[in-house]
């Protein structure tokens, strides 16, 4: 009887030992991963880096001074089409005037937002769904719609209030209220989050 007890004893130490190497296996294999993985800004040269800061910062800059509204979603890691609808296809470079253009009143791609993607505008006039959180009135479709697309994604969205000028970066749950003079990098410590 003892005998039986000790191998039984034995058995369920060696499948808790399975059972926690199998665990503490996977458990080091994401967080080795989560380590090193790199966002796609990172994962950018250095000149490409320099170039999207500038004309973001340019765009946003002019947007903001001349109460200009708008939303430009920075994809990641996460690949947005299931999460927007509508919207054109530019997949053109990066510039300040291309998108101080789209955003002009008088632009028929003026509504929704604008996706970059591998450094490039990608789409224009697309749409997300807002944030199903409450939030406070004082945010509009814009904000919410910038919400919900971060809520969903690792993206960073810019958000340009057509009311006041301000710039908000928001990223995960996170609304983040950012001055000018520090856009540039406020922007760059958020692309480079994961």
Do not use: W
């Not at 089409?81 to 990066?94: K, P, Q, S, Y």
């Amino acid at each position: 009887m003892l005998t039986a007890v000790i191998v039984l004893c034995c058995l369920i130490l060696v499948l808790a030992i399975v059972i926690l190497s199998v665990n503490l296996g996977s458990y080091l294999n994401n967080l080795i991963k989560f380590k090193f993985k790199k966002s796609k800004y990172d994962k950018l040269g250095k000149s490409s880096q320099i170039r999207l800061i500038n004309q973001l910062r340019e765009s946003v800059e002019y947007l903001s001074k001349n109460n200009i509204g708008a939303l430009i979603t920075i994809e990641n890691s996460d690949n947005i089409d299931n999460l927007r609808t509508d919207g054109v296809i530019l997949n053109a470079n990066i510039s300040s005037a291309l998108l101080i253009s789209i955003f002009n009143k008088n632009s028929p791609l003026h509504d929704g937002a604008v996706v970059i993607r591998d450094n490039k505008i990608y789409y224009a006039a697309t749409f997300y769904k807002i944030t199903r959180k409450s939030v406070e009135n004082n945010y509009g479709s814009r904000h919410r719609a910038a919400m919900g697309i971060s809520e969903q994604c690792d993206a960073t969205t810019i958000v340009v209030s057509e009311e006041n000028g301000s710039v908000k970066i928001i990223k995960g749950t996170g609304i983040f209220n950012v001055k000018i003079e520090e856009f540039q990098e406020q922007l760059i410590k958020y692309l480079k989050e994961q």
